[in-house]
């Protein structure tokens, strides 16, 4: 079945350092879309990607969706302490059953 | 207020019992969503509704049920408890589905422990 992974698992930046966090599917997506979890909150969404190759940028943060579509990246700039929480992709295919989140980027920020 | 609401916010339940979470959400989405959320393994999609008067199942879907009778509310009831169902639970809503994409409204979630 379509399998969603997403690396690294845990991720200790310092404060104004930069990092990305990957995310690979096994099968090809028609979008992939990214949320935010703060510690004991609820996902957030950050946005959507549904074009081969696109990039989009939110200030400090870059996303990309993979040529193949079966891939995609975040990526933060000078990270700051609100950068804080975990970070999701979730892949989506033509199949309403098969969206699927992978298991998150847990970002932690020394000042 | 727009957006999700869930009830209750935590609940411990004996194993064998029945239980309803309950989840609102009064932004006329079409499309709702029932996840589960377990360390190490991301949110999970329990089952989902398209649209008010249909179903489908997720990744997860044994051991719950959901109806969806209007297009506000979409209950997901464990028939009968066990520990494994220990977990956090996220309703969520967006205005297109899945397969399309579209930005997904998650509620403040339900920590459901079965003891």
């Known amino acids: 079945g379509q399998q969603v992974m997403q690396i690294p698992q845990y991720q200790h930046v310092q404060e104004g350092e930069d990092f990305t966090t990957y995310c690979n599917s096994s099968?090809?997506?028609?979008?992939i879309q990214w949320y935010k979890q703060r510690p004991g909150g609820h996902p957030v969404f950050l946005i959507q990607?549904?074009?081969?190759?696109e990039v989009k940028k939110q200030k400090r943060l870059t996303f990309q969706f993979g040529e193949a579509k079966k891939n995609s990246s975040l990526h933060i700039t000078a990270t700051q302490t609100t950068d804080v929480g975990t970070y999701f992709c979730?892949?989506?295919?033509?199949?309403?059953?098969?969206?699927?989140f992978g298991a998150g980027t847990q970002v932690v920020v020394t000042p | 207020i727009a957006g999700i609401t869930q009830a209750p916010t935590s609940q411990i339940l004996a194993a064998g019992r029945r239980m309803t979470l309950r989840c609102t959400q009064d932004?006329?989405?079409?499309?709702m969503y029932w996840y589960r959320q377990d360390l190490g393994l991301g949110l999970r999609l329990i089952h989902y509704?398209?649209?008010?008067?249909?179903?489908g199942k997720g990744e997860v879907p044994d051991g719950y049920s959901v109806s969806r009778a209007n297009t506000d509310d979409f209950p997901l009831t464990l028939a009968s408890a066990v520990p494994s169902q220990t977990s956090v639970y996220f309703c969520?809503?967006?205005?297109?589905?899945?397969?399309?994409?579209?930005?997904?409204?998650f509620g403040p979630g339900t920590r459901l422990t079965v003891l």
């Open positions: 932004m006329r989405h079409n499309a």
């Open positions: 990607l549904v074009k081969s190759g």
């Open positions: 509704s398209n649209t008010a008067g249909t179903t």
């Open positions: 979730a892949g989506g295919t033509d199949s309403w059953g098969k969206f699927q």
């Open positions: 969520a809503s967006s205005d297109s589905g899945l397969a399309t994409g579209g930005e997904q409204f």
């Open positions: 099968t090809t997506l028609s979008n």
